[in-house]
């Protein structure tokens, strides 16, 4: 059993890697370019090639045979055109849900963008716009699908700096940024723990430890022990 993440030679994708390595899980990551492979196994994971822009469902289920839960970290940005995304930011995240499905993987933790709705107006920037509107409907997607237990994960902007450990992680939060590192030590509790499903939680630096944080998104047990349900 391992942990999958789509867009594995990102630098969130690799600090959250390192982290679940050093936790004793074995993890594999997607790439797109064979060269992309020596920095995932200088960091202990499992390359896997493949171009989440034109592989099939069936292609990538072959990758999730085994897997115990997946994480897509994948984005390629704003597009060329308006109204045109590019396909990693959508058409990409609902075939790698698929393939989770045909595979039986059902943990799929989504690291997503705040601001992502289908419905957004941007006038200032149609190109964000269309980036922000097709992750909305992406995450839109996921989350409506009973076979997947899905988190989605939207942090405000990413700075390049030391982590703090400590966020702000919650249905709302208010804007800001956070480190890099912060946003994968998030990832990487969250892939442990489908019972924050399905959920849409912002992040940004904040005044709680990572792992309060995370707890914190639990729904609170029955008098039996048993995890409540949780709203969409």
């Known amino acids: 059993m391992c942990v999958v993440i789509a867009g594995g030679h990102g630098r969130v994708a690799l600090m959250s890697s390192r982290l679940l390595i050093g936790r ?10 064979p060269e992309q492979a020596a920095a995932l196994r200088a960091a202990g994971v499992r390359p896997l090639l493949a171009d989440l822009s034109s592989a099939t469902a069936d292609d990538l289920a072959r990758h ?7 994480l897509f970290a994948a984005g390629a940005g704003l597009g060329d055109a308006p109204g045109h995304a590019n396909p990693v ?3 990409a995240i609902v075939t790698f849900a698929d393939a989770a499905e045909r595979a039986g993987v059902r943990r799929f933790v989504m690291l997503s963008t705040m601001g992502a709705d289908p419905a957004i107006h941007y006038p200032d920037n149609p190109l964000v716009e269309t980036f922000l509107r097709a992750r909305g409907r992406a995450d839109k997607n996921l989350l409506a699908r009973d076979a ?9 902007w990413f700075r390049d700096r030391p982590g703090g450990g400590r966020v702000h ?13 912060d946003v994968a030590a998030v990832l990487a509790a969250l892939v ?12 940004t630096t904040g005044p709680t430890p990572v ?17 409540g349900p949780l709203s969409r």
């Open 192 to 203: 442990a723990l489908p019972a924050t499903a399905p959920r849409v939680l912002r992040l």
């Open 64 to 70: 999730l045979d085994g897997a115990r839960a997946v």
């Open 24 to 33: 004793g899980e074995r993890v594999a990551g997607l790439v797109r370019r």
């Open 89 to 91: 930011d959508h058409d």
């Open 211 to 227: 792992a309060d944080a995370v707890a914190a998104c639990l729904p609170p047990l029955h008098e039996h022990g048993k995890v």
């Open 169 to 181: 992680l919650a249905a709302d939060t208010p804007v800001g940024d956070i480190a890099r590192a």
């Open 148 to 156: 997947l237990d899905t988190t989605v994960v939207r942090p405000s």
